[in-house]
């Protein structure tokens, strides 16, 4: 397989990893609070990073002054806060409509006692949305840019101190053991965090910018697709047209930036 090739395969694995996370968190919601199985993410993925650092000779950044509060606010927002709410709004969002949030509220879901349930879960789906954007737009207040793999280092060290007293406050260790919550967290850190990470960025090295942003489509499908195979959620029409005009948004996002030059955004 030639090196475009692989671009593009690393990077869709990536983004299907970030759709399932919509789906796992859904598991995890039925047998963890919000705040432990953060925590409980965050010191898994946390020492595997450390890990990858140390093999890949990877120093930690120098941050100073300004830089340290914005780091610490990413982590509390993309981090900790993202995790949170989307663990919190699939206590009563289906999967599927997280997974197409521009087209989650349904006409049914306006009314009743069922649909003011779920209106309120995919808030909180809204709300982590949020939280991710606010991570992007923090992000680009440093005064120097950090590398990919120690700052997914630090907003894994630090979301595990911002998530650790709040989950204290809820005491998991008073609840029976849920094995499939467990899991889902196990599957949460390893896979959408620690090796979503390494393949993304192992892609986005192969194609361009541009090309990289394509990929970002797959999450809503994924999100669908495994909503109907795993959970066995019914998919509706709507949720469909949520796709389409998520597909539609991204391939005309990306239609500006084709002339740029290539792997733009690749690591350097």
Known sequence: MNPRSLGYLFCALAMLGVGSTVVVSKT???????????????????????????????????????DVWLVIAQAGAGSVGYTVFLISGMKFASAADAGVLACTVRFDALTGTRGAT???????VFAAVVCESLFILLNRKLSRPVDALPLSALMSGIGLAV???????????????????????VYYALVPTVAGFVLWYAGAA????AEAG???AVVPVSAVVLAALVLHEPITGAQLAGVACVLGAVWLATLGSRSRTPNADAIR
């Open 28 to 66: 995890i919601a039925a047998g963890l609070p919000p705040f432990s199985a953060t925590a409980l993410r965050f010191a898994i993925a946390f020492p595997v990073f450390v890990v990858v650092m140390r093999v890949q000779r990877v120093r930690w950044p120098r941050l100073r002054g300004r």
């Open 118 to 124: 779920s209106l309120a879960g995919n808030l909180l």
């Open 163 to 185: 998530a650790i007293v709040p989950a204290c406050f809820e005491k998991p260790w008073t609840l029976p053991f849920d094995a499939g919550a467990f899991a889902g967290v």
């Open 206 to 209: 192969r194609i361009s910018g």
């Open 214 to 216: 394509l990929m970002t």
